[in-house]
């Protein structure tokens, strides 16, 4: 009644609970440090799935930025036509890299989708530089991706300065590409930029390929020593993306033409032109 009425024991309520405070606190501390471990892979796990989801919009933009010099250089062109033409966005697949291949002598990789995902033989991989390769082997689960630098690889491109075509050839271990059987007066310089030009069905027109780094000719050849580096980062990426084309069952593009025949033309034109002299 004394304290209803009078407040009398409000002193020793407030002394209580000071004292008591100190083991309030001891008997929350693992409610407490329970709830932080979970915020803290809970905001762990979100930044994860954020910094993947950015990853993934970056390539996507990427692409469309790539295909877009291509379509600047057309357009001119095409404006004098007085004639338009569409290109199709082609659907894609994130794909994560899982190691290299075991092949010391190969330019290869195995990432982590499969013919589950709609991965299938022949379709081009890309990162948000440009062209990385080709899928040459599909698992249920995995496949395999030859990279552009691989010394059986070869795909056809464009040079986007003066539109000449031709065939980007792998180097190996060196990481280069190269353009073999050009004539030596061909339009092509050293800082060029080589696109692709679609015209094997495969890849898309307009992707970025490699640029120029050195153009070497030579009186006594016919043929121009080009060599260039590849745009993408061929070795630097984690993520990416697989464009799902429907390229069926192809081969890792073969040359046009069997090389075999290509050095018989290429004496033939040395043996003319030492008789010429």
Do not use: W
């Not at 600047?72 to 004098?80: C, I």
């Not at 970025?208 to 006594?220: D, F, H, L, Q, R």
């Amino acid at each position: 009644m004394a304290d209803s009425r009078l407040g009398a024991l409000g002193t020793m309520r407030q002394a209580v609970g000071v004292a008591l405070y100190p083991l309030q606190a001891i008997a929350m501390m693992p409610r407490d440090g329970f709830f932080a471990v979970t915020n803290y892979f809970s905001s762990l796990n979100t930044l994860h799935a954020e910094n993947r989801r950015m990853r993934d919009q970056q390539i996507r933009n990427a692409q469309q930025l790539q295909e877009g010099a291509q379509l600047r250089a057309e357009n001119s062109h095409l404006r004098k036509l007085l004639a338009a033409s569409e290109q199709t966005q082609s659907r894609s697949v994130m794909s994560e890299i899982l190691y290299d291949a075991r092949d010391p002598f190969s330019r290869k990789l195995v990432m982590d989708r499969g013919a589950r995902n709609g991965i299938e033989l022949g379709q081009p991989v890309i990162d948000e530089l440009g062209v990385v390769g080709q899928v040459t082997r599909v698992f249920p689960f995995t496949s395999e991706v030859t990279l552009l630098t691989d010394k059986d690889h070869a795909i056809p491109v464009q040079v986007l300065r003066s539109g000449v075509r031709s065939v980007a050839y792998g180097r190996g271990q060196s990481g280069s590409l190269e353009l073999r059987f050009m004539a030596s007066n061909a339009d092509i310089q050293k800082g060029d930029v080589l696109m692709t030009s679609g015209i094997d069905g495969v890849y898309p027109a307009g992707l970025a390929v490699a640029t120029v780094i050195s153009v070497e000719t030579k009186t006594a050849d016919s043929f121009a020593r080009i060599l260039c580096l590849p745009t993408a980062g061929v070795s630097r990426n984690r993520q990416l993306l697989v464009l799902l084309t429907d390229a069926k069952a192809m081969p890792p593009l073969p040359p046009p033409v069997e090389e075999l025949q290509i050095d018989k033309l290429k004496h033939k034109a040395l043996r003319k032109e030492k008789e010429t002299s």
